[in-house]
């Protein structure tokens, strides 16, 4: 069905249900209970998912197919989120016209950036990458928000002013909100059910609409032929060269696609929340989506997507542990032993997540080079070894070539 | 060839599927039934207390925050009241806020704006805050009002100087207690001129966001409409810590002030690389080589040491200040902590007083009503002498006090002493000044 195999078709109709049904299923504690502080599935973290998400899948296309190391994914994550407000400003709050041109923009700059990168490859490609990032970064941060010429608007984030033409907005009729025709990115709909409280956000599923759309085109890429020439280029760029076949073309549309994928992720960013900020596109942001690719798997398909949902789990939640929080969970220690408990927790919860995350991801990369998808895979593994019990048959050694 | 096979079943079953289809965008945009944002039901009300913990204001936000739980305490009946028993308004009675019991939760803003958006949102959205407060950066400050303006709830602004604030990016949702660059400029440019002389040469090094652009302007306009001349302005990265490829320059300058318009880490490190060239021990053009560090804490000249002695700038409040109100805030602040409160601590505290009050007196959480009962405000009692709310663009005017770093200081915290009070009429504006003209606060968002 959709031109996918039955494995890959299973694979997306579970994605599908998971990104539909994250309301319910990120809410797992009732609303007054202490553990309520674990819950993710505030519209704000469930669009922070599913956007970042997309930005994942598309690094992926990149790095996990090509084995192309970019540094300087967030430049195009911040160029479609400017692009998109400036659609904002210009025409109107209806969000479809700031994603189409966020898409458009990233693709353009991607090909620009990637014609001067890609003539290099390995750390070199990396460096020069990481370099028009910061460039970028430079130009958002500063250079293109003086007075005179102010594109971007510099530290305080490039929004929507009240005297901003806005040529097709009508305040009258549709909310003065980022909207798709009239309903508000910011409409939530609660639904209360015992002691839980479940919240149905319009940005979050558009957000992961697209997001189901961009998974079943990386699908497709990885397993079209064009998927398997930049496997070639990863796994030997130069006998593919020997062989006659020039792979410019295809890693520079890999590049372009990639750098699409997080502009698209950009503009999504500024439908749900019409500001863009350029920290947007300093090297930490580029840094982040590295992380999530490696975390999650790379060459995988599902693995950036659950890298992305568990550093913005982490970002989120364990950020916002203070310690009067601590303080509450160990209230039933004895004073001294609250106290102590407290201190040693500390380091890891509120500023300190960093560190928590930190430590996550050695281990991951340490115990399971494949990311959680090895987990994922080794579990599986162990479950139906033990459902079968075939012990007796063990693994042969295949011959290396 | 297709086959149809129409069956009542199979029209039944398409019928409910679309009609489900239709049904489905509604439940979206059906509204709930609470009058505003986050209307506070149960026995408690909770606040946001949005704070850098991290990045170059963190020792502010960390202050910010001691002074936030002072604050919830006391509303909640706790510890010695502090400033509610000067405070002019006696409708705080110490049994949390409308009878409900405050809470509060705090969050990161990294002094970024997409961060502190971020943590405001998940206050919002996730902990039910009715009312966001805290920053400790113009720019962030203004995202997070303008975030919460969308949201409809109130924002209290906590330590931001830039005029953009109360000015071109002014909203109605939001409130800003602290004083802005141009009543700095206004408060100190007489003090400069009088000490320093009126032929002086200026070159300002200027952090590179709001705040530094528009307190460089107020300074540069207070300074040059007294005789100074403005040699060079050089914005710096806000995220730059070393500044001694900036301070270079200036010796060469034929400048004899430097204006370091720089709060935080940053301050502490420039006025340290300045420092460290020799810059104060200097002669240009015949005078002697001054310092000026336009917005002043207690925090950045104990960060900055020996450097900031005989330094002059502005400040919002200091904690040497004898008046009722400041000795009831600096005596319950250094009860609960072992030392006085900065001025980033007065103003949140303040802040989250005003707005208990607003929402006493207004009988409601609704913003629309706390807006109107913030309006036009006259208190005092908080430390700052009689204070206006301005209605036009939710500014508060009060006295600025002009500070040096003290030269033979008694203790850790005795690190400045105050100047001159410059009284209010001095550093008031029309609400029309081009400095902050250019947006227009909208119509309160009482959200839902």
Redesign the interface.
């Known amino acids: 069905m959709l031109g996918l195999n039955a494995k890959d078709m299973s694979l997306l109709i579970v994605v599908a249900i998971l990104t539909m049904c994250a309301p319910l299923i990120l809410n797992p504690f009732p609303a007054d209970s202490a553990m309520a502080q674990f ?1 993710a599935g ?4 469930m669009q ?1 998912f599913v956007i970042f998400g997309i930005f994942a899948i598309g690094f992926n296309i990149l790095f996990g197919l090509t084995g192309y190391l970019s540094f300087g994914h967030a430049a195009f994550l911040g160029v479609g989120s400017y692009s998109c407000v400036w659609m904002f400003k210009l025409l109107g709050y209806n969000v479809l016209p700031g994603i189409a041109l966020s898409v458009v923009t990233s693709g353009l700059f991607a090909l620009l950036i990637g014609l001067i990168t890609l003539r290099r490859s390995g750390i070199y490609f990396s460096i020069l990458t990481l370099a028009f990032a910061q460039m970028s970064f430079a130009l958002a ?2 250079v293109l928000s003086n ?1 005179k010429f102010n594109l971007t608007n ?4 490039l ?1 929507v ?3 901003d033409p806005q040529w097709f907005h009508n305040s009258e009729r549709l909310p ?2 980022p909207h798709i025709f009239g ?1 508000s990115m ?5 639904v209360s059910v015992g002691g839980w409280e479940f ?4 940005g979050y ?1 558009l957000c992961a609409f697209i997001m189901l759309i961009c998974f079943y085109l990386a699908i497709r890429i990885f397993r079209s032929p064009f998927g398997m020439m930049l496997r070639a280029v990863k796994s030997n760029q130069q006998r593919m060269n020997y062989t006659g076949l020039n792979s410019r073309p295809y890693t520079l549309a890999a590049f372009v696609i990639s750098g699409m994928y997080a502009g698209l992720a950009g503009g999504l960013l500024s439908a749900v ?3 863009a ?1 350029a ?2 596109m300093q090297w930490t942001a580029s840094g982040e989506v590295v992380l999530m690719t490696i975390l999650g798997g790379a060459g995988t398909l599902i693995g950036p997507v659950l890298g992305a949902g568990l550093i913005k789990y982490f970002e ?1 939640i364990f ?2 542990i ?1 310690d ?1 929080v601590l303080h509450g969970w160990f209230s039933f220690l004895p004073d001294g032993m609250e106290d102590l408990m407290v201190t040693l927790i500390h380091p890891f919860v ?2 300190g997540w960093h560190l928590t995350l930190g430590i996550i991801f050695m281990l991951v990369v340490t115990f399971l080079p494949g990311g959680l998808v090895e987990g994922g895979q080794r579990i599986g593994r162990m479950l139906s070894r033990k459902k079968s019990k075939e012990a007796d048959s063990p693994a042969s050694t295949e011959p290396a070539e | 060839m297709t086959k149809s096979n129409l069956t009542r079943r199979g029209m039944l079953k398409t019928g409910a599927v679309t009609g489900a289809g239709v049904a489905l965008p509604t439940i979206f945009t059906a509204s709930s039934a609470a009058a505003f944002t986050n209307e506070p039901t149960g026995s408690s009300v909770t606040l946001g207390f949005n704070v850098p913990q991290t990045g170059p204001y963190a020792d502010e936000g960390a202050d910010e925050l001691r002074a936030y739980e002072l604050a919830v305490e006391h509303l909640n009946g706790g510890g010695d009241g502090g400033m509610m028993n000067t405070f002019s308004s006696k409708s705080l009675d110490g049994s949390g806020i409308l009878g409900r019991k405050v809470e509060f939760v705090t969050g990161d803003t990294q002094t970024k704006s997409d961060a502190a958006r971020a943590s405001a949102k998940s206050m919002i959205e996730k902990d039910g805050a009715v009312m966001i407060t805290g920053g400790s950066s113009s720019g962030v400050a203004i995202a997070v009002q303008g975030l919460c303006q969308e949201a409809g709830v109130i924002f209290m602004a906590g330590l931001t100087h830039s005029n953009d604030t109360t000015g071109k990016d002014k909203k109605a949702n939001g409130f800003r207690h602290f004083f802005n660059g141009y009543m700095s400029g206004a408060a100190l440019a007489p003090v400069l001129a009088a000490r320093y002389g009126k032929d002086r040469r200026a070159y300002h090094l200027t952090a590179d966001y709001t705040w530094g652009w528009t307190q460089q302007e107020s300074i540069a306009a207070a300074t040059e409409a007294l005789g100074w001349q403005t040699v060079n302005n050089v914005l710096t990265p806000l995220a730059q810590t070393d500044f001694s490829s900036y301070v270079a320059p200036v010796l060469n300058s034929g400048a004899d002030v430097l204006v370091l318009n720089h709060y935080g880490g940053n301050m502490v490190n420039s006025l340290t690389a300045a420092v460290q060239f020799g810059l104060r021990e200097k002669q240009v053009n015949g005078k002697d080589f001054e310092i000026v560090v336009p917005l002043y804490s207690r925090l950045m000249a104990k960060g900055a040491g020996e450097n900031v002695k005989g330094i002059f700038g502005s400040t919002n409040w200091h904690w040497s200040l004898t008046d009722e109100g400041s000795k009831a805030f600096v005596k319950s602040f250094g009860t609960k902590y072992g030392f006085p409160p900065s001025q980033a601590a007065h103003t949140c505290y303040v802040q989250t007083l005003l707005y208990a009050d607003a929402v006493q007196r207004a009988g409601s959480h609704n913003p629309c009503a706390v807006a109107e009962a913030l309006e036009g405000f006259e208190f005092d009692g908080l430390g700052n002498g009689p204070t206006l709310y301005r209605a036009e663009d939710h500014q508060c005017f009060k006295d600025v006090l002009v500070v040096k770093g003290k030269d033979n200081p008694t203790s850790e915290f005795d690190l400045l002493e105050i100047v001159e009070i410059t009284p209010r009429a001095q550093v008031e504006y029309a609400a029309d000044h081009p400095m902050f003209a250019g947006g227009s606060l909208g119509s309160c968002n009482p959200g839902a």
């Open positions: 819950n505030y519209p704000d973290l922070k941060y500063s007075p510099g530290e305080t984030g929004q002013y009240a005297n003065d909100l309903l910011r409409a939530t709909q609660k919240q149905f956000n319009t599923y929340d019409p500001l900020g920290e947007r989120n950020s916002k203070n009067n509120g500023k």
